[in-house]
C-alpha cells in the first residue's frame, strides 16, 4: 500500500514571501524619495538663511557707514542707534552671492520689520532638482524656503542724551563713549558691538 504525499509546505509560503519582499522594496524607495526631498529641502533652507543674514549683515555694514557721517553732523544720529534701516543699495547683491555659493538662486528679496526690527525676508529656489524616483515629476522640482534675518540694536543710551555732547552707550555690558565733537570713524566699536544680526524666529 502507497503512504500518501505530504503537502510541500514551501509552496504554500512563496507567494507571501514575494508578497512580503515587495512591501519591503516599496517602503525602502518611499524612504529613498521622502529623503531625497528632505534633503532638498534643507538645502533650499540653508541656501535661505544664508542669503537672509548675508543681506542683513551687508545692511548693517551700511548703517555702520551712515552712522560714522552722522555723528557730529546730524542732530539726529542717535536714531541710527536703534537700527533706522539704510538705504541697502548691496544687501540685494549679497544675498544672491551666498545664495549662489549655497547652489540656490534668489527668487525676491524684501526689506521688512519683525518685532520691531529692520531685517530682510529672502526666498530662494534650488539650482537642482529632487531627483528622478518612482514619483513622477520629481526630476524637475525644485525646493524652495523663505528666511528673515534682522538687524537688532544691542545698546542703549539716556532717552534726554544730547546728541551734541558727549553720550554713553550700554551695549550688552560694554561701554562705549561718542564725543560728536571730537569723532573719528575709530571711535566706533566693531559693527557686532552694536549691532546683531540673526534669524528671525
Same mark, same amino acid.
Given at each position: %500500500? +502507497? ?20 512591501? *519591503?522594496?516599496?517602503? @525602502? ?19 535661505? /538663511? ?10 548693517? /555694514?551700511?548703517? %555702520?557707514?551712515? *552712522? !560714522? ?9 542717535? #536714531?541710527?542707534? /536703534?537700527?533706522? &534701516?539704510?538705504?541697502? @543699495?548691496?544687501? #540685494? ?9 549655497? #547652489?540656490?538662486?534668489? *527668487?525676491?528679496?524684501? !526689506?521688512? %520689520? ?10 530662494? !529656489? +534650488? ?10 515629476? +520629481? ?30 552707550? /550700554? ?8 564725543? &560728536? ?9 566693531? @559693527?557686532?558691538? *552694536?549691532?546683531?544680526?540673526?534669524? @528671525?524666529?
Amino acid at each position: %500500500m +502507497t503512504a500518501p504525499r505530504r503537502l510541500d509546505d514551501r509552496g504554500q509560503t512563496l507567494p507571501i514571501y514575494i508578497w512580503l519582499t515587495g512591501i *519591503l522594496l516599496f517602503a @525602502a524607495v518611499a524612504f529613498f524619495v521622502f529623503a531625497q526631498a528632505a534633503s532638498a529641502r534643507n538645502g533650499a533652507q540653508s541656501a535661505a /538663511d544664508a542669503a537672509a543674514l548675508a543681506a542683513a549683515q551687508d545692511s548693517r /555694514d551700511e548703517l %555702520m557707514t551712515d *552712522l !560714522q557721517d552722522a555723528v557730529g553732523h546730524e542732530d539726529d544720529w542717535l #536714531d541710527w542707534l /536703534d537700527g533706522k &534701516p539704510p538705504a541697502n @543699495a548691496g544687501a #540685494d547683491a549679497a544675498a544672491r552671492r551666498l545664495a549662489g555659493e549655497n #547652489d540656490a538662486t534668489v *527668487l525676491g528679496v524684501q !526689506q521688512v %520689520m519683525r518685532n520691531g526690527y529692520p531685517g530682510f525676508q529672502v526666498d530662494v !529656489q +534650488t539650482n537642482y532638482t529632487v531627483g528622478k524616483s518612482i514619483i513622477p515629476g +520629481t526630476e524637475s522640482k525644485h525646493a524652495k524656503a523663505q528666511a528673515i534675518a534682522v538687524i537688532e540694536p544691542r545698546c542703549t543710551f539716556a532717552q534726554d542724551a544730547d546728541p551734541k555732547k558727549l553720550v554713553q552707550l /550700554d551695549c550688552d555690558g560694554q561701554v562705549v563713549d561718542i564725543d &560728536p565733537e571730537d569723532f573719528h570713524s575709530d571711535d566706533l566699536p566693531d @559693527a557686532s558691538v *552694536l549691532f546683531s544680526v540673526h534669524l @528671525a524666529e
